[in-house]
C-alpha cells in the first residue's frame, strides 16, 4: 500500500507495507535489555483450581499474566507525567500517528559542556555540539521527531544490563538545543535521555517538557521521549515517517513499537 503525503509545497510517497521496526522486541522468556537491574519481565499461565493456561500441561488454550516494568524492560514511550505530580497519561499525550522525523548517528563525548549534577569523569555525552553537526544539512520539515543511534552502535544494546555498561546521556546544551528546535517526539537508544544516577534531578527530562517545580506544561504535553530503541546499522541518517505505536496503557509510559518509513520525494 502506498501514499502521498503533502508537507508544505512538497509532496512525498510512503509504501506503507515497508516498516522499519526500531523497537527491541520483548521476549519474555528470553534476553532482554536491563535498566536498574529491576526484574525481568515474565509470562506466567494463569491458574486456579480448575483452569490451568497452558496447551503444554493439558489446558485448552495459553492464557498468561504478564508482568514487566516498561521504563526498565525494554522499548518504552513516555509522556510528561514521568516526572510531574499531575498524572498525564501517555494515551492523551501522543496525539500525532504519522511524524515527519530524521535519523541521526551520534559519537558520544566527554567535553566541556555541563550537566546537573556536575559531569563525572568517565561520562560520556551527547552533546549540542555533535547534534549541530549532524543535523546541519536536514530538512526542517523533518524535525517533528528525531531519532538519535550513538556510536558505536553493537547488537548486544538489545540485551544490556545499564548498571553494569552505563550508557551515555545529553549534556544540558544538548537538551536545550533540540527544545529550541521544536522537537515533539525525541526517540533514542539509551535507557533514559539522563544520567541513571543523576541525584534525581532529572535535568534533561525537565529542560525537554519544561516542567518548572513539578508541574505539567500544557505547552509541552504532547510531546514524548522514546527510549531503548535500536536502530540497525543499515538505516541510513535521513528524513522518514515515523509511526510511534503504543499500548493503550492509562499510564505515564506504555511499552512501544516505533516504525520508520521510508520517503520518495515527487
Not at 118 to 129: A, F, R, V, Y
Request: net charge negative; proline share 6%.
Amino acid at each position: 500500500m502506498k501514499a502521498v503525503i503533502k508537507i508544505q509545497s512538497k509532496k512525498f510517497e510512503i509504501d506503507f507495507s515497508k516498516g522499519i521496526d526500531i523497537s527491541i522486541p520483548l521476549d519474555f522468556n528470553g534476553d532482554q535489555p536491563n535498566t536498574y537491574e529491576v526484574p525481568k519481565a515474565t509470562s506466567e499461565a494463569y491458574k486456579d483450581k480448575q483452569f490451568i493456561g497452558d496447551t503444554r500441561e493439558g489446558g485448552a488454550c495459553n492464557f498468561e499474566t504478564y508482568t514487566l516494568t516498561p521504563h526498565c524492560n525494554g522499548t518504552h514511550t513516555e509522556c510528561i507525567g514521568h516526572i510531574t505530580h499531575d498524572r498525564i497519561n501517555i494515551i492523551s499525550s501522543l496525539q500525532d500517528f504519522m511524524i515527519p522525523a530524521t535519523v541521526v548517528s551520534i559519537n558520544p563525548s566527554n567535553n566541556s559542556e555541563s550537566y546537573i549534577p556536575e559531569i563525572e569523569q568517565n561520562d560520556m555525552l551527547i552533546t549540542k555540539e555533535t547534534l549541530k553537526e549532524a543535523l546541519k544539512c536536514c530538512s526542517k520539515d523533518f524535525l517533528e521527531g528525531l531519532i538519535i543511534r550513538t556510536l558505536p552502535n553493537p547488537h548486544n544494546k538489545k540485551s544490556r544490563n545499564y548498571i553494569k555498561e552505563p550508557s551515555p546521556f545529553f549534556s544540558l546544551e544538548a537538551m536545550k538545543y533540540i527544545y529550541s528546535l521544536g522537537i515533539k517526539h525525541l526517540l533514542v537508544d539509551t535507557p533514559s535521555v539522563d544520567r541513571l544516577f543523576d541525584d534525581g534531578f532529572l535535568s534533561a527530562h525537565n529542560i525537554f517538557w519544561n516542567t518548572v517545580d513539578n508541574l505539567s506544561n500544557l505547552e509541552t504535553q504532547n510531546k514524548t521521549i522514546t527510549e531503548m530503541i535500536f536502530v540497525n546499522n543499515d538505516i541510513i541518517d535521513g528524513s522518514y515517517f515515523l509511526n510511534l505505536q503504543i499500548a493503550p496503557f492509562v499510564t505515564d509510559a506504555s511499552p512501544s513499537r516505533p516504525i520508520l518509513f521510508k520517503i520518495n520525494e515527487l
